[in-house]
DNA sequence: CGAATACTTGAGTGGGGTCAACGCAAGTGG
DNA sequence: CCACTTGCGTTGACCCCACTCAAGTATTCG
């Protein structure tokens, strides 16, 4: 949890008693097998979670039978808060590789929002940053043109994981084969193939074995169009004041 | 303020107390010119707010030039509350026809919450659902059939609109253009004229003059493929106990 | 070592994009 | 009242990006 701790840290203090309650709350460890289902779709949600370790996938089967992938948690992510108030899941969530989560029931969520509102507003700023990246991902499957699709995940997973600490320079593990890349872009598997051929060509990645090297930076992110501001990352530009000021709430 | 009311009173009903601090909260109005911007994308966030007529949408301009239109807050819908922790904005909201809106600032909006949670969570519900509409949109222009996009916003739109009350039996008020259809489904306007002309010539719409009708809802939900899942909507086959008992928070 | 999975490559095709022109209605101003 | 403009919708011609089908090649795994 020290991960999530140092997370939310970046955008306030916390103070000792906050970090308890927040590691008392997500009290229970799950650990799962590569492919794992952790909730289906239609299924009523009955827990907010953190990824600690591993990758995790949203997706949906279309009616054309089509699979659709719609966000990537990342270890530090919390997910399933975007659910926690609601019936049931609109969408699955799956395991790529092994992963550990931790997760807290919804009364749990409810009693730190309601004791702890600071804490509780850090934990739903995580959630808007990840609801701020659905939107990117509508505009990378809709408008965006299609090399430059590729390109841009890569940009984006390679500044999440650089954001937690998961990337060597510029490389790191990249557990998607080339039919979940095209189905979280929009793109048939055959196409990613032969995009990801021509970024080889380019020398802007090398990818194999599940680790992504990126081999000129610049580059790629100028055939992306990648603008992290949407990624809402803690930067040394923003405003000198606390986001979350103790006496705001 | 009262479609607002009753909307929220759907999942657990308002005490007068709760009502009175919702009025309070978002105290101030604002009329939007067409197309006027409310705010634009890299403006930091000042407000929360509902709308009370009208339609807006949020969209981002790619580095490729093009627009994409990244969602459509309807009247009764709570927005921003999705960049109310946020630094900037990562995109623009703007008013299609002349609209209004009700606005409170962040202070009001933490106040709310601190001292009336389960008010809170109701609005944060609200904005969990529009969440799960940017998912279905990541669908919608990602590995969803062409013909099939068109026909899945129209089931969309009718049926948040029908939600609030706004509609005339199968007709509504539908003021975009084929260049916003385009720029909302990831199409070009001139695909979506073509488009728009076979679903007119099966006779499953008729659209003009900022009309729609639709005249076979049946076949025009199979075309698409639409299931309303992911609006959340109350629904008689969902748990009988309220969603938000009083004691949970 | 076979079986399964993932990746690669080629050939053929069509959906959807772009460009360009034109129709039509609603302003606008002389 | 008419000439001009502006915005939106419609239509045709052309073409390319990306999909599908199909076959072949690693690579991993029981």
Same mark, same amino acid.
């Given at each position: 949890? /020290? +991960? *999530? *701790?140092? =997370? +939310?840290? %970046?955008?306030?203090? +916390?103070?000792? #008693? !906050?970090? %308890?309650? +927040? =590691? !008392?709350?997500? /009290? #229970? %460890? %799950?650990v799962l097998e590569p492919g794992e289902t952790l909730i289906a779709e239609r299924e009523p949600p009955r827990f907010v979670g953190v990824l600690l370790e591993g990758m995790l996938r949203r997706e949906k089967i279309l009616s054309s039978g089509h699979r659709q992938i719609l966000g990537l948690p990342l270890p530090g992510d919390v997910f399933d808060l975007h659910g926690f108030l609601l019936e049931r899941m609109d969408h699955s969530i799956i395991a790529f590789p092994r992963s550990v989560v931790a997760l807290a029931p919804h009364s749990a969520v409810l009693e730190l929002n309601r004791d702890h509102p600071r804490l509780g507003a850090l934990l739903w700023r995580d959630g808007l940053v990840e609801n701020a990246i659905f939107r990117e991902w509508i505009a990378n499957c809709g408008h965006r043109p299609g090399p430059s699709r590729l390109a841009h995940l890569i940009c984006e997973i390679y500044t999440r994981l650089a954001q937690v600490g998961l990337t060597d320079g510029l490389s790191f593990a990249f557990p998607l084969s080339q039919a979940d890349l095209g189905d979280a872009i929009g793109q048939s598997a055959i196409h990613v193939n032969r995009t990801l051929q021509r970024l080889r060509g380019e020398n802007l990645i090398r990818f194999i074995g599940g680790r992504m090297d990126i081999l000129d930076w610049e580059a790629l992110r100028a055939a992306a169009g990648f603008d992290p501001l949407y990624l809402h990352l803690v930067s040394t530009d923003r405003p000198t004041e606390a986001l979350l000021p103790l006496e705001a709430v």
């Open positions: 949890m /020290d +991960l *999530v *701790v140092e =997370k +939310l840290s %970046r955008h306030a203090a +916390l103070s000792p #008693t !906050e970090i %308890r309650v +927040l =590691k !008392e709350a997500f /009290d #229970t %460890r %799950r």
